[in-house]
Every structure is written in structure tokens, then in C-alpha cells.
């Protein structure tokens, strides 16, 4: 229904829009309370969003995935790659905070797919980005294994052992509602932000020859063995190739900032908080990631083979350059102390996904794409049902207790990565889309929240650079010789690629199932729902204007010791 038509029927109150639509109040458009419970509840403030969209970036991609990527390209390729890549994810994270700004919808960029490009696409990133989840949630519950593997060996004490208590603990965080989560996940990831900068400043010192054996590395190592190794092949070609496939590692660890496109349905005040959030990943990619890359490559040289160990680890401490370097550096018991620190890293990665998972298989069902009962809530607005199936898909993880079923693990996780690259296309398509729907119903940029700074172009310049990196991520499987079908790694071939195939099954699947048409941008939905969630930001602010004196003891020690950081 077109926009103009609410307007001319005078309906401007969203109870009267409910009333209009008759009893899709399950569905997206309402966007109302429901005395079934289909709704959750707007608990997480600015504090807390802003944290989870840190810490969506900062995990064990950044400091154990940096080793393999050292190893096999150099500092100088990690360098340009990490810094190319995070342009392309804050160019992601702009198109995603300009929806979200504009209209919080608690089914996040599912939501924003089926309003204003098709909802078959609506369908395909919903399906794909929540097959991702819960196969990460495993996931990281078996690196967390593998992490306390390293003081305790699975000779003595399975594996599985420590899954289950880890998989108990990340169920009770989601179950005890948003607000529980929103607050653990908020201090967990300002101790993680704590480690990373201690991490930075202890390479930064070591660099400067301040470690025990006092040698002031610089950029030595630059030189020799130098900035640039080769890859499959020797020369300029191997060294082209060494970088390129560092910038898939790069965008392997980089995916997962999107996670806040899923938080805006249970954000306070979204439109100040979600901006915020975006506008800041900037600069966190540019100190957490760049500099921290730029840092441990002058710290350990490509050829170290302790480093060339850490790329056939397991992810523990063994597997970090961080942990080479201050190994080198003739610092003990560190090494500890840092694969403690990443436990707690898998165990938030781990707790964020099963989140993430809920809330994408909730937001389906409210757009009628999954069953309904995934879309009830408790009294508390938790989406018990979705968390109930996701938990229980998270029992995927006891597959990895033998040592064939992490081969075939490692294939899913190769799976879901071709997912996160397709998460972000579809962002970037839907961006763009909204881009045309706002200009031919002429909203004006002044009157929305936040406006991405490179607007439809800085879009498109991602969407073109994210189909490269799909189309090429694995392009190590076809340099062996295309004659001896025995060479031709069929396994990592499938896995890497059949993401593809699947997600055009999926999209072009629904749109002749069920007949869904492009949206025309003139008729595009802007507005349902949107006036509810003015309402809610203007009780907010009055609410938050009236306790401004409460406000100002509490929450001391994050405004004294953590809040300068942001």
C-alpha cells in the first residue's frame, strides 16, 4: 500500500495503521505492540550498542587470524589489505546506519530488503544471514574448546566437556532477556578493547626495543626478509598473490561488524545511538586494525618459523603473531595471560552469535518468511522459541569432538564466510535502493538522522569490490594443474562457492513461488511504523531530560575510565 494512501485516508497513529491493515499485526508494516507477544522490548542503550558494535569487530579474526596472513603475504600486503578492506566495511556499516536511522525495524536489514528492493531479497538475506549464525555459534564454542585445550589436553578432559558448560552459559545470557545480554556483552567488550590496546602498546614498546632483550626492531624486518612474500608462484605474480589472498583474510575478519543492523530492534532512542555507532566504526578499524597490523609486522618477520607454526595451530595462543612477538621479545607467562584473554573473546563471539541467530530467525517470522511461533516472545520480549531452535542447531558442536568432523567443520565455516560477504552485498543492493525511494518521494536528507557520507556512489564502490572478493576468495584451488583432476581441491572448491548457487536458489526460488515483484521506488514503504517509533524517541528523550540529575551519578566509572576511548 502506497504511502499517500495512509495519508489520504487520514490515519496517522499507528494503532489506526494496524487497524487499516486489518490483522497482520505479526507482520513487518505494523510494527506495533501485539497482546500475543511478538514484541521485543527496547533495552539496550546507547552505552551498550555502542559497545556491541566494537565488539563485533574486534574477535579472534584480528588477533590469531593476522599470523596466517603475515605468514603468507608480509607486513607490507596485511597492511594495504586490512586498511582497503575496513574502507569497504565502514562504506557497508554507512548504507546500513542510514536505513537503520531512518527506520529502526526490529527485523533489521531483512526488514529494510523486503521494504524498499524486493521481498524475495528480504527472504534470501534473512535465510542466508541466520544459516551463518548458527553455524558460527558452534563454531566458536569448539574454538573456546580448543582454546582451554591449551592448558588441559582432550587426552584429559574431552572436549566436549567444556562445550557443554560453555553452551550452558551463552543459552542462560540470551535467556535472561535483552537487557541482561545488552549489559554482559557491554562489559565483556570493554575488556576486550582494554586487552587490544594493551596489546597495541605492548608491540608498540617491543618495537621500540623496550621489551627484555631490549632490541629496538623498528622496520627492520621490512627490509629483510622484506615487506612483500610470494604465494603459489614466485616473482611479481607470486607477490600479487600473496596480497590478494590476504585481502580475503581481511574481509574473513572483518565480517561480523554488521551484527548492530541487528540490535536497532531493541536500541533506545536507535536514532541517536545507531548513528553513533556508525560513524565511529571509522575510526576504531583504523586504531584496532590497521595500527595493530601495522605493529606486529614490524615485530616478527614473515619467515619467523615460530610463525610459521602458529599458521597450523588451532585457535589458542599458539596461533597469534602477538604471542610470537612477545615470545621473541624474551617475555614469560604472557603467553597465558593472552590465550586467557582470548577465551573470553570466542566465549563473547560465541554469545553475540546465538543472539544474532534468535534475532534473525524472529525477524523472519515477523515478516511471515519463517513459522510464526518463532515470532512469540515471553513478557520479558525474549523470542523464546527462536532461541530454543538455534540452541538446540548449536548442538552442532559436538561433531568437532573426533578430528574428522573438524575437517568437515572447517568446510561450514568456509561456507557461511561466502554468507557474510553476501550479507553485505545485499546491504549495499538495499542501500541503494533506498537511496532512489527516498529521492522520488522527496525526503529530504535534512530531515533524516544520518545520511552516508559517500551516498549511493560509496555503495556502489563496495558492492563492486564484495563481488570480486566473493567471485575470487578461493582462487587457490585452481592454480594446480587443471589436467590431473587428483590435484584440483574439489572439497574447498564446493564448500568455498556453493553459498552462490544456493542464494540465487533461494531468491529467484521465492519470487516464482510466491510471485513477489521488484519495489518501485515511488511507491516504496518509508513510513510504517515510523511514526510509533517517533513517539518513542520523543518519550525518551523527555524521560531521559527528567532523570538528567539521576543520569549524571550513575554509570561513573564507564565515563571515567571507558567512555574517552569512544
Not at 525477524?363 to 515471553?378: H, Q, S, V, Y
Amino acid at each position: 500500500m502506497a504511502v499517500t494512501d495512509f495519508k489520504n485516508e487520514g490515519i496517522t497513529e499507528s494503532s489506526n495503521v494496524q487497524e487499516y491493515m486489518g490483522e497482520k499485526h505479526d507482520v513487518e508494516e505494523g510494527g506495533l505492540s501485539d497482546p500475543n507477544h511478538v514484541e521485543l522490548q527496547r533495552a539496550l542503550k546507547a552505552r551498550h550498542i555502542t559497545m556491541i558494535a566494537i565488539g563485533g569487530a574486534i574477535g579472534t579474526g584480528l588477533i590469531i587470524g593476522t599470523g596466517e596472513a603475515l605468514a603468507k603475504a608480509g607486513p607490507g600486503a596485511i597492511l594495504i589489505a586490512y586498511a582497503w578492506v575496513g574502507f569497504i566495511v565502514y562504506l557497508v556499516m554507512c548504507a546500513l546506519g542510514e536505513m537503520a536511522a531512518w527506520l529502526p525495524l526490529p527485523s533489521g536489514f531483512t526488514g529494510y530488503a523486503v521494504r524498499f528492493c524486493d521481498p524475495a531479497l528480504g527472504f534470501t538475506l534473512g535465510w542466508t544471514y541466520w544459516f551463518k549464525y548458527i553455524i558460527l555459534s558452534p563454531n566458536q564454542l569448539t574454538a573456546g574448546a580448543l582454546v582451554i585445550s591449551y592448558w588441559i589436553p582432550t587426552e584429559k578432559v574431552n572436549a566436549g566437556v567444556w562445550i557443554t558448560i560453555l553452551l550452558i552459559l551463552i543459552i542462560a545470557i540470551n535467556y535472561f532477556g535483552v537487557k541482561f545480554f545488552g549489559e554482559f556483552e557491554f562489559w565483556l567488550s570493554s575488556f576486550k578493547v582494554v586487552v587490544i590496546i594493551g596489546i597495541i602498546l605492548l608491540s608498540f614498546i617491543l618495537m621500540l626495543g623496550g621489551g627484555p632483550d631490549h632490541d629496538r626492531k623498528g622496520f627492520r624486518y621490512w627490509k629483510k626478509p622484506g615487506a612483500f612474500n610470494t604465494y603459489i608462484m614466485e616473482g611479481d605474480a607470486g607477490r600479487f598473490l600473496a596480497f590478494w589472498s590476504t585481502m580475503v583474510s581481511a574481509t574473513f575478519a572483518y565480517l561480523g561488524t554488521e551484527l548492530v543492523g541487528v540490535t536497532v530492534g531493541e536500541a533506545q532512542n536507535p536514532r541517536k545511538t545507531i548513528p553513533r555507532a556508525i560513524k565511529l566504526t571509522f575510526y576504531r578499524i583504523l586504531f584496532f586494525y590497521v595500527l595493530s597490523v601495522l605493529l606486529v609486522g614490524t615485530l616478527v618477520p614473515y619467515d619467523d618459523k615460530k610463525l610459521a607454526f602458529a599458521v597450523g595451530a588451532s585457535s589458542s595462543a599458539a596461533a597469534s603473531p602477538f604471542v610470537v612477538a612477545i615470545e621473541n621479545s624474551g617475555i614469560p607467562v604472557l603467553s597465558h595471560i593472552l590465550n586467557a584473554c582470548i577465551l573470553l573473546f570466542v566465549f563473547s563471539a560465541a554469545n553475540s552469535d546465538l543472539y544474532i541467530a534468535t534475532r534473525t530467525i524472529y525477524g523472519l517470522a515477523r515478516e511471515n518468511k519463517a513459522p510464526k511461533i518463532f515470532a512469540r516472545t515471553d513478557k520479558r520480549g525474549v523470542p523464546v522459541f527462536a532461541l530454543a531452535i538455534c540452541s538446540l542447531i548449536a548442538l552442532l558442536a559436538y561433531m568437532n569432538v573426533s578430528n574428522d568432523s573438524r575437517t568437515v567443520f572447517k568446510y561450514f565455516v568456509n561456507l557461511v564466510s561466502m554468507f557474510g560477504l553476501l550479507t553485505w552485498i545485499s546491504i549495499l543492493v538495499t542501500h541503494i535502493h533506498f537511496i532512489r525511494a527516498r529521492k522520488a518521494q522527496n525526503v529530504s536528507s535534512n530531515d533524516m538522522a544520518y545520511v552516508a557520507p559517500f551516498g549511493a556512489a560509496g555503495s556502489w564502490l563496495a558492492l563492486v569490490f564484495c563481488c570480486i572478493i566473493a567471485l575470487t576468495k578461493n582462487y587457490d584451488v585452481f592454480t594446480h594443474n587443471p589436467e590431473k583432476w587428483g590435484n584440483f581441491d574439489y572439497k574447498n572448491f564446493i564448500t568455498a562457492y556453493l553459498g552462490i548457487p544456493l542464494y540465487f536458489i533461494l531468491l529467484i526460488g521465492y519470487k516464482l513461488i510466491i510471485g513477489s515483484k521488484r519495489v518501485d521506488p515511488a511507491t516504496a514503504d518509508l513510513w510504517s511504523g515510523k511514526d510509533e517509533i517517533d513517539r518513542e524517541e520523543a518519550a525518551y528523550i523527555a524521560r531521559k531530560n527528567a532523570e538528567a540529575e539521576k543520569q549524571s551519578q550513575s554509570h561513573w566509572f564507564y565515563r571515567t575510565f571507558v567512555s574517552w576511548l569512544f
